[in-house]
C-alpha cells in the first residue's frame, strides 16, 4: 500500500511538471487563452503560487480583459492582503486607462510598508516589474527611512541607471560601496558600462568628481583604489600611479597591485610610466621576486629603447645585477635575458653560449632546465648552427613531454626546419602544434603551415619560398635592412606568385620595427588593394588601423578599419578586438 501512495505521488508531481511546462510554452508562444486555461489549473492545485497568480493576471491583460484581471485581484485581496496585489490592481487600471484609481492602489501600496516596512520587497519587486521606476524608487527610500538597517542603494543606482540619471546612479553606486566595500568589484563592473577610455567624456568626468568628493569628506583607500580603477579605464597610468602609491603608502603590506598597474602599462606600451612604476618597484620591493622581476622588465625596456651606443650600459647594469645579487637559480630569468641580449645585440654569440652552459650547471628544476635550452637552441638559430639547435630544442621535447614549453621547443623545431628550407619535415610538425593547448603556440604554428603550404607548389625548387624563410631569419637575427632588401628581391622577381602579399606583409611588419610608418602604410595598403580576397586581408586591416592609431594619428581611418573586421570577418581571431576598438574610437563605453 505504501509503495502504491509513493507511486501515486510521484506521478502526480510529474503530471504538474507537464502541466507548468505545457503553460509555459503556451504563454511564451503568446498563446494566452490556452496559457490562462493550462493556469488556472494549475492555480486551483496551487492557490499560493505567485508565479501562477501572475501569469493568469498577465494572460488576462493580453487578452484585454482587464475586468476579468480586477475581480480575480479584488478576490485574491479578500482571501490575504498581499501589498504587491495593490500594485497589480493599480497597473491594470493603468492599462485601462484610470490613472486616477491607478495612483490610489499604488499610494495604497506604498503606505503598507507603515504597518510593515518589510513590505518593500514585493512592492518595489513588484513596481520594477512593470517599469514604474519612479514609484519603485519612491518604495525603496521610503522603507529606508522607515527602517535605517535597510540599504537599497544598489538597486536605487540601476534604477537610476535605466532612466539615465547617471550622476544620481553614481551616488548610489558610491553610497553603497561605501558601507558594502566588499562588493567594489561588482560596483566596478556595473558602473563600467557608463564610461569610456576618454577621460574628457561627461560621464568619466562626473564620476572623477564624485569620488574626490568622497575622499575629501572621508579619507579612505577605497576612493583611490576607485579613482585608480577610473584612471585605468582611461589608460591615465601616470595617475593611477599616484592612486597607487597613496594606497601602498596606507597600507604598504604588498606591492601586488604597483606590480600589476606596471604589468598593464608595459603590455599598452606605454614605456616611460611603466619605467617609473619599476624604478618605484625596486625602491620599495622588500622580497628577492619582485625586486629582480622589476630588474628584468626595466631591463627589458630599455633595450628595447636603446641605440647600439647605449649597450655597454646595458651590459655594465646586468652584470652589476649580477655582482650584488649572484647567478643562482632565483636569479634565472635576469641571466636568460642577459645571454639573449649578448647572442641578438651585442652579437657576441660566444660568450652568450658559454653563459648558459654555466647556468645549466646551477641545481635547476627540469622546466628551468628547459627555458635556458630554449635560449641556446635561439642562439644556435642566430649563429645558423640548426642541428645543433634542434638538439637543444630535441631535449626539451623528450624531457618535458606534452608541456607548453615542449610544444613551444617543437614549434622551434619547425621553425628551425623552416629556415633550412626542409619545408616537408617543418609543416609535418607544425600540423601536430595546430592542436596544442597554448592558443598562442597554436596560431603561431597555422600561421606559418599556412606560409608553406600555400607557397611550396609554385615552383618545385621553391625559390621564392626559400628567399622568404632567408628573409624571416634575417628578422629574426635583427638584420632588419638586409631581411627588407631580399623581401624587395622577392616582390620584383616573383611579381605572380602566391608569397607577394606575405613579403608585403612582413615587409611592412619590419617597416614598423624600424619606425618608417608611411611605408608601413604602403605595404597594408598594397595587400587591401590587390589582395582583398586573400588570407591577409583581416591582418593587414588589422595591423594598418593600429598604424593609424598608434603612430599616424588618424582614427577615423583606423575606425573603418575596425569595423570591416567586424562585419565583414567574424571568423577573425581580431574580432573581438576590432569591435571594441572600434567602439572607443566612437566614444561608445566599452564593458
Known sequence: MRFVLVLFMLVSVQVFSQDDLFAKEYFDNGDFEKALYEYKKLYAQSPS???Y?????????QLERYDDAEQFLNQLLERVKYPAFYVELGYNYQLKGDLENANAYYNKALSSLDQNANNVFPVSRSFQNHSLLNEAL????KGMALKPDFNFKLQMAQIYGEQGNVEKMFVSYMDFVAEN???VGNIKRAISDFITEDSSNENNVLLRKIILRKLQEQPDILWNDLLSWLFIQQKDYNKAFIQEKAIFNRQPESLDR???????????NENQVAKEILTYL???????DTLLNAHYHLLQLKTKESQKDNYQNIKNEYEALFKEYGTFSQTLQLQIAYAHFLAFYLNDTKSATTFLEKALELPLNDTQKAQVKLELGDIFVLREEFNTALIYYTQIQRSLKNSTISQEARFRVAKASYYKGDFDWAESQLKILKASTSQLIANDALGLKLIISDNKYDDS???ALKLYAKADLLAFQNKDDEAIQLLDTILQEHKTENIIPQALFKQAQLFEHKKEYQKAESNYQAILTNYRDGILVDDASYALAELYVNHLSQPEKAKALYEDIFLNHADSIYFIDARKKFRALRGDAIN
Open 181 to 183: 566595500p566588499i562588493t
Open 53 to 61: 497568480i501572475n501569469q493568469i493576471v498577465t494572460s488576462y491583460q
Open 49 to 51: 503560487n505567485i508565479n
Open 461 to 463: 625548387l621553391h625559390v
Open 138 to 141: 519612491a518604495t525603496y527610500e
Open 282 to 288: 625596486i625602491q620599495k620591493a622588500q622580497d628577492l
Open 258 to 268: 604597483i606590480e600589476e598597474l606596471a604589468d598593464i602599462a608595459m603590455s599598452e
